[in-house]
């Protein structure tokens, strides 16, 4: 595992030090869980850790963070039809809800009447 030294860059030394010791052994690049690697790179980017801070920090090469980082806010296909179909089933409950209020609301004014 990488030690913060003088080989590290300034900031690459700040964000080692603030990183914790499981997460310092999670993102390097001998881990052999490579999606639990790469979802803790995923987070740091997400935070705002650059791709030149993480290059240093894991010991990986600037495209393979780039090819993990890519994807943070693309959705797959899968992910897409799910929101759809909950869109969907959501403007159907709406619809159910409205009709329901207005028949209660119909049956109110009816027994004003």
């Given at each position: 595992m990488k030690k913060a030294n003088s080989k590290l860059s300034p900031k690459a030394q700040k964000a080692?030090?603030?990183l914790n010791r499981k997460t310092r052994k999670e993102i390097?690049?001998?881990?052999?869980?490579r999606w639990q690697r790469n979802k803790k790179i995923r987070e740091l980017r997400?935070?705002?850790?650059t791709v030149e801070?993480?290059?240093e920090?894991?010991?990986?090469?600037?495209?393979s963070i780039y090819r993990i980082v890519k994807n943070i806010l693309q959705v797959t296909e899968y992910q897409k039809q799910e929101i759809t179909n909950l869109i969907e089933t959501f403007e159907a409950?709406?619809?159910?809800?409205?009709?329901?209020l207005?028949?209660?609301?119909?049956?109110?004014?009816?027994?004003?009447?």
């Open positions: 080692w030090g603030q390097q690049k001998d881990n052999p869980f997400a935070k705002g850790v801070v993480l290059k920090i894991t010991g990986l090469n600037p495209a409950l709406l619809h159910t809800l409205n009709r329901l207005a028949d209660t609301a119909r049956r109110r004014d009816e027994g004003k009447h």
